[in-house]
Antibody, heavy 121, light 113 residues
Framework: QVQLVESGGGVVQPGRSLRLSCAAS????????IHWVRQAPGKGLEWMAV????????YYADSVKGRFTISRDNSKNTLYLQMNSLGAEDTAVYYC??????????????WGQGTMLTVSS | DIVMTQSPDSLAVSLGERATINCKSS????????????LAWYQQKPGQPPELLFY???TRESGVPDRFSGSGSGTDFTLTISSLQAEDVAVYYC?????????FGQGTKLEIK
């Protein structure tokens, strides 16, 4: 079945870096744009970043631009989110989500279960 | 950035009654290329990831019960549950995918009265 599985979350100190992964299965990963969305504890959904199917085009929310980098390895069916200069405001569950029609201007039809990141000293 | 504003923030409805959630965008999300609204609705139950309910504002995702309906165009949209069931308790989000950043509404928490 179509599936996304995030990993790499945990507890990290402020100012440190971390890389999240999102492993895809059940669909042709290399033909779909994929997004990162996060949700702080008890809060709503916040869109973070998207990468095109081929990795050439990337867009970011202002809140993470310059600190976070989205990338993908289509040979491994895996999406990444490199996060630098982490702060308490980055504490959240991080979800990867597939664009329904392939293009990033589309709804998100498949979501992973999420991975929790806690930034704390 | 397109700001998405939902109303109300929370809603309590009796079982079997109608629930209505509104979503307003700060600018039109109607695509000139296909004359469709780039607006989605998601349902998020406690402890679970969001699930897509509607795309193009009113196209129901496969498996979504037909008691759910989506409507609206331009800047004003509505999610309606015609007869509330216990399993519909959740937080509902609208989202625009017209342009980046692909913003979500703040969410509407739906409970049983």
């Amino acid at each position: 079945q179509v599936q996304l599985v995030e990993s790499g979350g945990g507890v990290v100190q402020p100012g440190r870096s971390l890389r999240l992964s999102c492993a895809a299965s059940g669909f042709t990963f290399s033909t779909y744009a994929i997004h990162w969305v996060r949700q702080a504890p008890g809060k709503g959904l916040e869109w973070m970043a998207v990468i095109s199917y081929d990795g050439f085009n990337k867009y970011y929310a202002d809140s993470v631009k310059g600190r976070f980098t989205i990338s993908r390895d289509n040979s491994k069916n895996t999406l990444y989110l490199q996060m630098n200069s982490l702060g308490a405001e980055d504490t959240a569950v991080y979800y990867c989500a597939k664009a329904r029609g392939g293009n990033y201007w589309d709804a998100f039809d498949v979501w992973g279960q999420g991975t929790m990141l806690t930034v704390s000293s | 950035d397109i700001v998405m504003t939902q109303s109300p923030d929370s809603l309590a409805v009796s079982l079997g009654e109608r629930a209505t959630i509104n979503c307003k965008s700060s600018q039109s999300v109607l695509s000139s290329s296909n004359n469709k609204n780039k607006l989605a609705w998601y349902q998020q139950k406690p402890g679970q990831p969001p699930e897509l309910l509607f795309y193009w504002a009113s196209t129901r995702e496969s498996g979504v019960p037909d008691r759910f309906s989506g409507s609206g165009s331009g800047t004003d949209f509505t999610l309606t549950i015609s007869s509330l069931q216990a399993e519909d308790v959740a937080v509902y989000y609208c989202q625009q995918y017209y342009n980046s950043p692909f913003t979500f509404g703040q969410g509407t928490k739906l409970e049983i009265k």
